[in-house]
């Protein structure tokens, strides 16, 4: 088993590593930026080293010093969390020519699956279901043109090197098509530095829904059921779901069995996900693969007992998966809500500050993982989301209910964050009855901004 473990992240997540390497009995050391030396994540390490200034690109993406740290402070390995360097091909390839174990996949499946194009290729190559359109990077306008001609309009143009929304642009017919290829390329090279793209059929308005799966080094590969994901604002979740409570079973298991292939074909090693859209019809297609451990996974972990943080640090450590897939069921269900220091009611305004009063809620089924305690500085330099307030239930409408009187529990005082906002979707007629798609929030905010005027 890894003895001494570098946590190259901060906020929860750096917490919810911490936890999960003092289960384990490994010792841990925590990285931090001049901007937060009080954080909690340096306190609850073993040892902390300061690896630069304010500025994520100074501090936590600054790889030299990452690095550095890790090697004199005797770790033998680097979790990168997510966000940051975590899918940073060349980083996880420093970390292993240091002689250092990456806990993720190999760098060339980091690679691979970071590039859209390739991985949509891999899945193509494996028969798994993929949106209909082009079968590599478009070459040039009238190239992108003959491609949307032949799958038929709407169509989307996606960044190569994309994700997260940016370098995306829709194109409704022939006549949009080149500006729309020409802002997602230009969008692409200002944001990645890789101006290629491809081309999809624009399915409007499906659900995202993610299934997780984890592979070891001895050819294990299990699934953990799917999140639904669809609750999100400009490309960032802001409620995450699981299981998905309108997803026919049939539906379920072959996207189960499409996912498990995938993991397989590629023989994947760590937790990972693999993203779909389905639509209306719920036909689903792959979209792309993230080969980290995500910020909504502890609702998976609450539906299924597995440690997923643990499972990582285990698969990196060269053992075999510590469970087996009928020993994973599906218990029951589980929300999340990303707390975010913002002002959701007023144009979703960063919010920084110090916490001056804190309560946190509690009881049968409720877990928070945050990094704010009273006296904490929240700074304007990183994300805004301070921390995941999760509840586990018996069914969807016990987990409603349990939510809705956390958020009431939940008393923070010194920033402004999205509490309220989030016990108004919880109140929300459609959220409530199930009913919703990636652009709920859309029409949610509009329908707010009707009722303000
Ligand atoms: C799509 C799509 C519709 N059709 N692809 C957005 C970010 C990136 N991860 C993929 N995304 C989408 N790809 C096709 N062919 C709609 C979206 C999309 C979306 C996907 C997942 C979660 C939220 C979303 C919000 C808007 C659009």
């Known amino acids: 088993m890894l003895k001494k473990i570098l946590i190259a992240n901060r906020g929860e997540i750096a917490v919810r590593i911490i936890r999960a390497c003092k289960e384990l009995g490994i010792e841990t050391v925590a990285i931090y930026s001049t901007a937060e030396p009080d954080a909690l994540h340096v306190q609850l390490a073993d040892e902390a080293?300061?690896?630069g200034g304010p500025r994520a690109v100074d501090s936590y993406l600054n790889m030299q010093n990452i690095l550095s740290a890790a090697c004199n402070t005797g770790c033998d390995a680097v979790h990168p969390g997510y966000g940051f360097l975590s899918e940073n091909g060349k980083f996880a390839r420093l970390v292993n020519q240091c002689q250092l174990t990456f806990i993720g996949p190999s760098s060339d499946m980091i690679d691979l699956m970071g590039n859209k194009?390739?991985?949509r290729a891999v899945m193509m190559k494996h028969q798994?279901?993929?949106?209909?359109?082009?079968?590599?990077?478009?070459s040039s306008v009238s190239d992108g043109l003959a491609w949307a001609m032949k799958i038929g309009y709407p169509i989307l143009i996606k960044a190569a090197s994309g994700g997260g929304g940016k370098g995306m642009r829709v194109a409704y017919d022939a006549n949009e098509f080149e500006s729309a290829y020409k802002l997602a390329t230009a969008e692409a090279k200002a944001s990645f530095g890789d101006d290629t793209v491809y081309i999809e059929k624009y399915?409007?308005?499906p659900k995202h829904i993610e299934i997780q799966i984890i592979g070891d080094h001895h050819n294990n590969y299990l699934h953990l059921y799917e999140r639904d994901c669809s609750v999100q604002r400009?490309?960032?979740?802001?409620?995450?779901?699981?299981?998905?409570?309108?997803?026919?079973?049939?539906?379920?298991?072959?996207?189960?069995?499409?996912?498990l292939k995938?993991?397989?074909a590629i023989n994947y090693t760590n937790a990972g996900t693999i993203e779909f859209i389905l639509d209306q019809d719920q036909k689903y297609y792959f979209i792309e693969m993230n080969t980290r451990i995500q910020v909504e996974h502890p609702i998976t972990e609450m539906i299924t007992g597995v440690d997923l943080i643990k499972e990582q640090i285990r698969i990196a450590s060269g053992f075999p998966l510590s469970v087996r897939q009928e020993d994973i069921q599906m218990?029951?269900?589980?929300?999340?809500?990303?707390?975010?220091?913002?002002?959701?009611?007023?144009?979703?305004q960063p919010s920084a500050g110090t916490i001056e009063t804190l309560v946190f809620p509690g009881g049968f089924g409720v877990r928070l993982d945050t990094c704010i305690y009273p006296g904490a500085k929240v700074t304007p330099f990183y994300d805004s989301m301070v921390g995941k307030l999760i509840v586990h239930g018996n069914n969807r409408m016990e987990c409603i209910y349990k939510m809705?009187?956390?958020?009431?529990?939940?008393?923070?005082?010194?920033?402004?964050?999205?509490?309220?906002?989030?016990?108004?979707?919880?109140?929300?007629?459609?959220?409530?009855?199930g009913i919703f798609d990636v652009g709920f929030m859309e029409r949610l905010l509009r329908e707010l901004e009707k009722s303000e005027k």
Not at 128 to 138: E, H, L
Not at 417 to 423: L, P, S
């Open 203 to 205: 399915i409007e308005n």
């Open 331 to 348: 218990r029951g269900y589980a929300i999340e809500c990303r707390i975010n220091a913002e002002n959701s009611f007023h144009g979703f």
């Open 404 to 433: 809705r009187q956390a958020l009431e529990e939940f008393i923070i005082v010194g920033i402004t964050t999205n509490i309220d906002f989030h016990y108004y979707i919880l109140n929300n007629p459609e959220y409530v009855k």
């Open 117 to 119: 194009s390739s991985a």
């Open 262 to 264: 995938a993991a397989a």
């Open 128 to 138: 798994i279901p993929v949106v209909p359109g082009s079968d590599s990077i478009i």
């Open 234 to 259: 400009n490309h960032q979740k802001v409620i995450e779901e699981a299981p998905c409570a309108t997803l026919r079973a049939e539906v379920r298991q072959s996207m189960i069995v499409d996912a």
């Open 49 to 51: 080293i300061c690896v």
